[in-house]
Every structure is written in structure tokens, then in C-alpha cells.
């Protein structure tokens, strides 16, 4: 059987992921169900160089993409891709978008953005290039009416304005930031509603102390186990805290994603989308 040819990108931070995250595939499936979709999670270097995070600010990759797609597991339309924080990716949209038609999504890969980014849309990197490249820009957003959503196009795309889709996005918006408030202020229950539950229980065992990490014996025992591949030795990875061993994997996964004797043809392979 044929699988889906067309492809609808949903990129973001997911730190962490919300609620509203998690509806964003539900509704794009429901327009359309033939098409996969795929939530891209910003890589950690392009949290921290361009977005200004440090360290206190940013769930390490591998505990967004992965409370991403548990949140999302029974969702089998929905994808959730490593790329971007892969040695091939330098955090660029215009990439990101090149990289999907590359591995088999030829036919048509949409961008789908939330209408408070739409207004800045022509100030991106190659904002031409990736309204030419992609099938559409998809616009979620609540209470908008289509005739009214066009006049939220920047001027210099309205030549192109039938590139741009308007969804009604019947959800309340919820800022990953407002989360990672809530745990540092040791008030998490405020926010239970307003993320999944594996996210919810993440963060009470790994938050619930203001933002200091607790590693099971386990875990910390497999953190290690990956540092020293890396070179740490055990002198320096047994005096290292839970918090500084998850920044140590953190480094070392920023550009290491594709394992370093790993083809580009077996890391594509790996992500799984044929």
C-alpha cells in the first residue's frame, strides 16, 4: 500500500509540550486525513543561539521529542522528527522544508504556523523561497474569519495569498512558558489541565523541586554510560550532579544526533517516514 506522499509540518520548541500541541495534528487531520502530519522539534543550539534560552530554560531535546511522542502514540497520522536537531540541520525553516521533499514527500509539504507568527512571516530567513517551496501555509487560528485572516498576510505575499489556508482553531493557546514558570514556582497543579499527562508526570518527578533534575540510580547509571563514550571519565562523571550530567548529554547531543559513522542515507532511513 502506498503510504502518504504529502506531509504537513507543525515546527516548534514543544518546552514542553502542551495541550494545544497535541490538538494541532487532531485538527489538521480532520481537514486532512490523507496527509501526514509531522511535528518538528527545535533543536537545543537553536534554542540557545538564536532564541537567547539558557539552560534553566530548555528541556534537553531528547525529553521534548520524546514527551512529544508519547503524547501523541495513539495518533498514527502523527509523526515526530529529529531532524532539526541533527548535524544536517542548521535550524533553518527553508532546510527543514528541502529535507522533507528530499525523503519522499515530493508532492506536497505544507508549513503549518499559528496566526500570531503570521504577521512577522516575512521577516523569516527566505520567507520567498519557502512560500515557493512549500504546497501551502496553513494558519490555525480562533475565531478568524478566512476573508479576515487575508488581511493578516504581509503585503509582500498577497500576490500568492491562495498559498495561505485558514483553519478555526477552536483551543485556548497555551505558552509552553507559563508551564516552566509553574515548576520553578512549585505550582504544577495550577497547570495539570493544560499539558498531557505523560508531560504532567514528568514534570512532578523532575521538576517539583524548582527545576533541579532527579535522576533514578537507572538513569543516571545510562547518562554515564553515554558521557563516556564521549570521553568523560569516571572521575569527572562521578562527582557531576544529576543537573550537570543532564547539560553534559545535552552538549554532546547537539551534534550527535546522527551517530558519527552513520550514513545520510541510513539517518533518513531512521526517521522513519517512508
Same mark, same amino acid.
Given at each position: 500500500?502506498?503510504?502518504?506522499?504529502?506531509?504537513?509540518?507543525?515546527?516548534?520548541?514543544?518546552?514542553?509540550?502542551?495541550?494545544?500541541?497535541?490538538?494541532? @495534528?487532531?485538527?489538521?487531520?480532520?481537514?486532512?486525513?490523507? &496527509?501526514?502530519?509531522? /511535528?518538528?522539534?527545535?533543536?537545543?543550539?537553536?534554542?540557545?543561539?538564536?532564541?537567547? /534560552?539558557?539552560?534553566?530554560?530548555?528541556?534537553?531535546? &531528547?525529553?521534548?521529542?520524546?514527551?512529544?511522542?508519547?503524547?501523541?502514540?495513539?495518533?498514527?497520522?502523527?509523526?515526530?522528527?529529529?531532524?532539526? =536537531?541533527?548535524?544536517?540541520?542548521? +535550524?533553518?525553516?527553508?532546510?527543514?522544508?528541502?529535507?522533507? %521533499? %528530499?525523503?519522499? /514527500?515530493?508532492?506536497?509539504? @505544507?508549513?503549518?504556523?499559528?496566526?500570531?507568527?503570521?504577521?512577522?512571516?516575512?521577516?523569516? /530567513?527566505?520567507?520567498?523561497?519557502?512560500?515557493?517551496?512549500?504546497?501551502?501555509?496553513?494558519?490555525?487560528?480562533?475565531?478568524?474569519?478566512?476573508?479576515? +485572516?487575508?488581511?493578516?498576510?504581509?503585503?509582500?505575499?498577497?500576490?500568492?495569498?491562495?498559498?495561505?489556508?485558514?483553519?478555526?482553531?477552536?483551543?485556548?493557546?497555551?505558552?509552553?512558558?507559563?508551564?516552566?514558570?509553574?515548576?520553578?514556582?512549585?505550582?504544577?497543579?495550577?497547570?495539570?489541565?493544560?499539558?498531557?499527562?505523560?508531560?504532567?508526570?514528568?514534570?512532578?518527578?523532575?521538576?517539583?523541586?524548582?527545576? *533541579?533534575?532527579?535522576?533514578?540510580?537507572?538513569?543516571?547509571?545510562?547518562?554515564?554510560?553515554?558521557?563516556?563514550?564521549? +570521553?568523560?571519565?569516571?572521575?569527572?562523571?562521578?562527582?557531576?550532579?544529576?543537573?550537570?550530567?543532564?547539560?553534559?548529554?545535552?552538549?554532546?547531543?547537539?551534534?550527535?544526533?546522527?551517530?558519527? =559513522?552513520? @550514513?545520510? *542515507?541510513?539517518?533518513?532511513?531512521?526517521?522513519?517516514?517512508?
Amino acid at each position: 500500500m502506498k503510504g502518504p506522499t504529502e506531509v504537513i509540518l507543525i515546527m516548534g520548541a514543544f518546552n514542553p509540550p502542551t495541550i494545544a500541541h497535541v490538538k494541532m @495534528s487532531e485538527v489538521l487531520h480532520k481537514e486532512y486525513p490523507d &496527509d501526514v502530519t509531522c /511535528y518538528v522539534v527545535a533543536g537545543d543550539k537553536y534554542l540557545r543561539g538564536w532564541k537567547g /534560552y539558557n539552560n534553566e530554560n530548555i528541556l534537553p531535546f &531528547d525529553v521534548r521529542e520524546k514527551l512529544l511522542e508519547d503524547a501523541t502514540s495513539e495518533k498514527d497520522y502523527a509523526l515526530v522528527s529529529s531532524f532539526e =536537531n541533527s548535524a544536517k540541520s542548521d +535550524g533553518k525553516t527553508i532546510t527543514t522544508v528541502e529535507f522533507f %521533499k %528530499k525523503i519522499g /514527500y515530493h508532492e506536497g509539504v @505544507s508549513l503549518c504556523v499559528g496566526s500570531d507568527n503570521l504577521k512577522d512571516f516575512d521577516k523569516w /530567513y527566505r520567507c520567498e523561497d519557502i512560500v515557493d517551496s512549500v504546497k501551502s501555509i496553513i494558519i490555525l487560528c480562533r475565531g478568524v474569519k478566512k476573508e479576515d +485572516g487575508l488581511n493578516l498576510i504581509p503585503d509582500k505575499f498577497k500576490d500568492k495569498a491562495d498559498k495561505f489556508r485558514f483553519i478555526d482553531f477552536n483551543y485556548d493557546s497555551i505558552s509552553s512558558s507559563k508551564i516552566r514558570e509553574a515548576a520553578r514556582n512549585h505550582n504544577l497543579e495550577s497547570v495539570k489541565e493544560d499539558v498531557p499527562d505523560n508531560v504532567y508526570e514528568f514534570l512532578i518527578k523532575n521538576y517539583e523541586n524548582g527545576g *533541579e533534575i532527579k535522576m533514578t540510580k537507572d538513569e543516571r547509571t545510562e547518562v554515564k554510560k553515554t558521557l563516556a563514550e564521549y +570521553g568523560y571519565t569516571d572521575e569527572e562523571l562521578e562527582d557531576m550532579s544529576d543537573n550537570e550530567l543532564n547539560d553534559a548529554l545535552d552538549d554532546v547531543t547537539d551534534t550527535s544526533a546522527m551517530h558519527p =559513522n552513520e @550514513s545520510y *542515507e541510513e539517518f533518513v532511513e531512521h526517521e522513519n517516514f517512508d
